[in-house]
């Protein structure tokens, strides 16, 4: 082998300890398998335009090719309308004059929606049909008794006791029924003027089987009182009832016979589907009818599109407040996030180095000087000057990386700073000394590839903390300008429509599963600096 190419592999080539450390992190599958999942993710990401988007990868049309995601094309070019706007692709993919062309052809990227894009309500395919809710409402009435148990008035009690309301009072309330214990306690102590609590209990009743007598809470007054008002209600959960039916536009039900649709009649049926068919001309009222003793009602409902809407064909995990796609803004909040992540860890670990190298390199006056001004800076409140700055300047990306990169770099000086404590009094570095290299090139090619085991540490940790801070500023709503994609932005949706189940836990599962990986690959760097690998505490 020649001299040269033993000087190139010298040079060039990893030395025997990184490439230990190396196959050490290779060896952790956990690890290994999380850093290229994160790389693939990451890529993807760059090349969200290729995934997902409203504009076309490639266009024919009227003899022509057209690269719009490559280049920017007037409205005017595809429709001579005189416009130099940004035009509107898929208006254009259904206009006649598009469609009326033979050689025509416009590809969209895999997911045809672009991370500002709001989705048409109309494109969105619902079932053509009415819900009809019908309900049988509970039976409720009351009773007012006197001390002795006698019926002072009645309201709407003949389904229970078998007897017209009028005909009721005088009556003692036990010829129609045997009061339960607690409910006989709670009536003397009401009359007694003593406090007492709310009672519910079951007692037979004379027409209606079994019904709940309820008594209210009772506060003492000025004077016992002459009569105290019990309610009935029918027992068992059964006795309100809904069904849901489903009507089309020929007022045929799709839901075959629930019971309550069996028991009504025949007129009665016609007129609720009739008005079941009018909703699909425009909202219609509510229906409300007594049958016997009971009271019915029908509510006629035809589902439409309000955002944030569930998911759905061609929209997997479904649509945010605005109607964009959630898949698409978490894709393209995933290049967002990782790429705030490594320029700010990357610039933040930089200034770190060359802070803590100084310090630890000079000491003495340099180093003390150091530490009193880092511990000033550090102690100004970072989201306050945040919010100024942004109230000044508005929010920005390159904002939101200066401001919380002044501040970021703190943490890996003072490691630096010890390490280069630990290793300026060592043979090599006082050998340089004598020799009288220059300060600059004792630090930074003798003394930091010596105590860089910090920063390749703590590299992925910072990364999985950048990106949840970010996460966390834009949920405040102080991170990136709006309508920037954003993790956050879609969890601070997700609190404004706690229904909407999706805008909590797919942007929750995408920050998860990112920061596992980072976790992960951390971990694994951190084992693999380990030179006591196979030590164990006895």
């Known amino acids: ?37 994160l790389i ?32 920017f094309y007037p409205e005017d070019v595809f429709t001579g309308s005189g416009r130099m706007t940004r035009p509107d692709y898929k208006q254009i993919a259904g206009s006649e004059a598009f469609r009326s062309d033979p050689g025509r052809r416009m590809v969209f990227p895999l997911i045809p929606f672009g ?58 309330i036990d010829f129609f029924m045997e009061l339960p214990a607690a409910v006989r306690d709670g009536l003397r102590a009401r009359f007694q003027n003593r406090a ?14 079994t019904g709940l007598l309820s008594l209210s809470t009772y506060t003492p007054r000025r004077e016992a009182p002459g009569s105290v008002r019990m309610l009935l209600r029918e027992a068992g959960a059964g006795r309100a009832a809904t069904e849901k039916l489903r009507v089309d536009r020929d007022g045929r039900v799709a839901t075959g016979r629930p019971p309550l649709w069996s028991d009504l009649d025949a007129s009665r049926q016609r007129i609720l589907l009739d008005k079941a068919r009018s909703r699909f001309e425009g909202p219609v009222s509510e229906e409300r009818w007594q049958e016997g003793e009971r009271w019915l009602r029908a509510a006629f409902d035809k589902e439409s599109v309000t955002y944030p809407w569930r998911p759905c064909p061609g929209h997997p995990l479904g649509l945010d407040s605005a109607g964009r796609d959630v898949l698409v803004r978490i894709l393209y909040s995933l290049r967002t996030s990782l790429t705030f992540g490594l320029l700010l860890v990357v610039v933040t670990m930089l ?90 090139k004792i630090i930074f090619r003798h003394i930091l590839p010596n105590a860089l085991v910090p920063v390749v540490t703590f590299f992925p940790f910072s990364l999985v903390g950048a990106v949840g801070v970010l996460a966390a500023l834009d949920y405040l709503g102080f991170g990136m300008p709006p309508p920037t994609p954003s993790w956050g932005e879609l969890l601070a949706q997700a609190q404004e429509f706690n229904w909407a189940w999706w805008l909590s836990l797919y942007p929750s599962l995408a920050l998860f599963i990112v920061m596992l990986l980072g976790v992960f690959i951390g971990e694994g760097v951190r084992a693999a600096f380990d030179p006591r690998r196979y030590s164990r505490l006895e």
């Open 351 to 440: 200034v770190g180095v060359v802070v803590g190298a100084v310090q630890g390199y000079y000491g003495g006056w340099v180093d003390l000087l150091g530490q009193r001004t880092i511990e000033i800076w550090e102690s100004l409140p970072f989201l306050y000057i945040l919010i100024l700055m942004g109230s000044v300047f508005g929010r920005s990306f390159a904002l939101l990386l200066i401001c919380y990169g002044i501040f970021n770099w703190i943490g890996i000086s003072y490691y630096m700073r010890a390490e280069f404590l630990r290793l300026r009094k060592q043979a090599f570095v006082e050998a340089a000394w004598c020799m009288g290299l220059p300060a600059w």
């Open 196 to 209: 007492a609590a709310s009672v519910s209990a079951e007692a037979p009743l004379r027409k209606a089987g």
């Open 115 to 172: 991370p500002l894009e709001t989705v048409r309500p109309d494109s969105i395919a619902l079932p053509d049909q009415v819900l009809l809710t019908l309900t049988r409402e509970a039976v409720v009435g009351a009773v007012s008794l006197s001390s002795d148990g006698a019926i002072l008035s009645a309201e709407n009690c003949a389904f229970f006791l078998g007897v017209p309301d009028a005909d009721m009072a005088g009556r003692n």
């Open 40 to 71: 693939v993710l990451y890529a993807i990401s760059l090349v969200s335009e290729l995934v997902a988007g409203n504009q076309p990868l490639y266009m024919r049309y009227r003899g022509r090719s057209y690269f719009p995601l490559l280049r």
């Open 1 to 37: 082998m020649t001299t040269d190419v033993q000087e190139r592999r010298r040079r060039w080539g990893l030395n025997p300890v990184t490439r230990k450390r190396l196959q050490r992190f290779r060896d952790m599958r956990r690890a290994w398998g999380s850093f290229w999942i």
